[in-house]
Structure formats: structure tokens, C-alpha cells
């Protein structure tokens, strides 16, 4: 028999609403012990010890900070030995960094750590609440061997380094970034994509049960900056941000990561200063693209070519949300300009699959 750990911090499912319609999060109705409380009416039905809850903070996710990404991995690893499952509602305008940042900082994971939320609150007609609440019950207790961080959400599961938010209005709000396939789909019945599935458990080390089998690297850095390129950027601007004290950078570049780093001897303006300036100064960039089904290999044309010599590295087919959190990570956790060059193109859980 299994015990659940539901772990609240709030967004849409928890919200209440002010008499305009309006969402409000810090007056929420709705947190942990109400979410629990609806799945243990299923506990005897699907052989499960117990269900409990925590409500750890209760923010809009547009409001999360890095510190927040921290809490929620504390909170895991705190209980880790405890229970054999974890939930964590979530609003879902962030809920693509969190679900990366938790599986960075949480090494040889052997629990599944499931997130969900809801576009409609609970407690409003037509809330999709309980229903994400109720298949994420299902998806824990369908398989024995599962484990790692995933997003139950609408009728789809996905691996926690690929969730990208892709519609502020369907049910189905959530779709697994790049050309990978979900892990699983959800209806009268659960149907798992078994490559997806293995390939998502072969990233996730000695696969713990216990606390002292983890690896925790918990710290996230947020002197970083995301910027997109349009013609005409200038160079000065980067290097003006990298002397404020930005540690690293991302650009949005266009086509397969080629961003406007002239030859030398161009007439025109460029960003070949800047990129100059950090590789000189070891502040590291990753380039990814601005096409939406796009990848940056910075291999295809003469810009992306020049880009990767002066220092910058692709961001191959990482979704932005896994780029930030994983920059973030590799920052906070005292890895060397070097090592950040070799470790943003190596797949940690999952989040690179076009380079291989």
C-alpha cells in the first residue's frame, strides 16, 4: 500500500474569485488538505495507505521566483522517506520551469514526483481540478516501476524537462516540447509510450527510494537574462548587462541558432563585440531559435558557424523553460565557464534528443 504527499503552492486550482470574476491568489479557498481530501475518497478503491497534505505557499505562478523552485525541492526531499509518491499542485503560467527545476535538483530520483493544476479553479463550474487530481492517482498507482518528476495534465503525461504551456484557454494545456512523444495519454484507460517511458527512467541514476541515495544540488542562480534578437540589436547592450553583473545569457536567434556575428572585417553593425566580450570574460551564452518547432545547432549556416567559435553554445532542442532553470543550476552550482560549455549539450533528464 502506498502513501501520497500532496504538496500545495498554490496557482488557478487553489485560487478564489473576487465578485468581478477576477482570480485571487493570496485569498485562496482551496490548498492542500481540500485536494487531499478529494483523492482519499478513491483510497480504498485504488489500495492506497493514505493521503496527506502540506500547503507551502500559495502564489500565482507568474509570481514564482527561483527561491520557490528551492522550496518545492526541499519540501520533497524533507518527506522523501516518508512517502511513495508525490503531488505538487501548480499554477500553470510557470509550471514548465518548476517541473525542469525539480528534476535538475534532484538526483536518483526512484519516486514519481507529479505535478498538476487546473485552467478552471476549484470550487467554478467546469473546473478540470478534480479530474487532473484524479488521473494523477491513476498514472501513480497504474505503474509499479514509475519514477521521476512529471506533469499530469488534461489527457496527457509528459516527462518534466519537456512541458511547454501551449494554450491559456483548452483543457489540454500542455504539450511535450520538441519532437519527442509523450510519455503516456490518458482516457477511459492509460496507454504509455513505453520508449518514452524507458528513455525517461534511463536518465534518472541509481533510482532511490531513500533519502540518502539522492543527490541534491538545490541552488539556483537568477543573475542570468534571456534576450530575442531582432536586426539591428546592438552589441553594447550585452555588454553593458554583462558588466552589471549578468553570469550568463540566452538568445533568441533566428533560424538554427545564427545570430548576427558579422566577419571581422564587416561594415555593418553586428554582435560580434559582444560575443567577443564574453568569451573573453567567460560568461557564457546559449543560443537557441526563435522558430517554434525549430532546434539550434549552430551548425547549418555561416553566422551559427562563427557564433559557435566565438564561445556560444546550442541550445540543440531545449524547450526556454529547461534552458533558464538548467543555466540557472549550472551556475548557482559552482561549474567552471568549461564545464558550463560541456554540460549545457549533455542530457542530464532528458532534455537534448536532436544532437544524438
Do not use: C
Not at 236 to 251: C, H, P, Q, T, W
Not at 286 to 296: F, I, N
Not at 347 to 353: A, M, T, W
Amino acid at each position: 500500500m502506498k502513501k501520497i504527499l500532496i504538496i500545495s503552492t498554490g496557482g488557478t486550482i487553489s485560487q478564489s474569485h473576487s465578485d468581478t470574476g477576477i482570480a485571487i491568489s493570496n485569498d485562496a479557498s482551496f490548498k492542500g488538505d481540500t485536494f487531499a481530501n478529494i483523492l482519499n475518497s478513491f483510497k480504498n478503491k485504488l489500495n492506497l495507505d493514505s493521503i496527506d497534505s502540506i500547503t507551502i505557499m500559495n502564489k500565482d505562478s507568474s509570481n514564482m521566483i527561483t527561491k520557490d523552485w528551492e522550496l518545492i525541492v526541499n519540501s520533497i526531499y524533507d518527506k522523501y522517506d516518508d512517502y511513495d509518491a508525490f503531488i505538487v499542485t501548480h499554477g500553470t503560467n510557470t509550471m514548465g520551469y518548476s517541473t525542469a527545476a525539480v528534476s535538475y535538483a534532484l538526483g536518483n530520483l526512484g519516486k514519481p514526483i507529479i505535478f498538476t493544476g487546473s485552467q478552471v479553479s476549484y470550487g467554478i463550474l467546469g473546473t478540470d481540478a478534480v479530474i487532473n487530481l484524479e488521473n494523477t492517482l491513476r498514472v501513480i498507482t497504474e505503474k509499479e516501476q514509475l519514477a521521476g518528476v512529471f506533469l499530469v495534465f488534461g489527457s496527457k503525461i509528459i516527462t518534466g524537462t519537456r512541458v511547454k504551456k501551449k494554450t491559456e484557454f483548452d483543457y489540454n494545456a500542455f504539450k511535450t516540447f520538441g519532437r519527442l512523444e509523450d510519455i503516456g495519454h490518458l482516457g477511459n484507460s492509460i496507454i504509455f509510450n513505453e520508449n518514452s517511458l524507458n528513455m525517461h527512467l534511463s536518465y534518472l541514476g541509481t533510482k532511490s527510494k531513500t533519502k540518502k541515495g539522492l543527490e541534491i544540488k538545490n541552488n539556483f542562480d537568477n543573475n542570468i537574462i534571456s534576450l530575442t534578437e531582432f536586426p539591428g540589436l546592438k552589441s553594447e547592450y550585452i555588454v553593458k548587462l554583462a558588466e552589471s553583473g549578468v553570469k550568463g545569457f540566452i538568445l533568441r536567434a533566428t533560424g538554427a541558432g545564427d545570430p548576427n556575428v558579422a566577419p571581422i572585417n564587416a561594415n555593418y553593425p553586428n554582435l560580434r563585440e559582444a560575443f567577443s566580450y564574453l568569451q573573453e570574460h567567460k560568461i557564457p551564452i546559449v543560443v537557441t531559435t526563435q522558430a517554434p518547432d525549430g532546434m539550434s545547432s549552430m551548425s547549418v549556416n555561416e553566422p551559427g558557424i562563427l557564433a559557435k567559435e566565438l564561445g556560444a553554445i546550442p541550445a540543440w532542442d531545449m524547450s526556454m523553460e529547461t534552458i533558464v532553470t538548467k543555466l540557472s543550476w549550472l551556475i548557482a552550482n559552482g561549474y567552471s565557464y568549461e564545464e558550463i560549455q560541456q554540460l549545457m549539450v549533455t542530457s542530464f533528464r532528458g532534455e537534448i534528443d536532436a544532437m544524438n
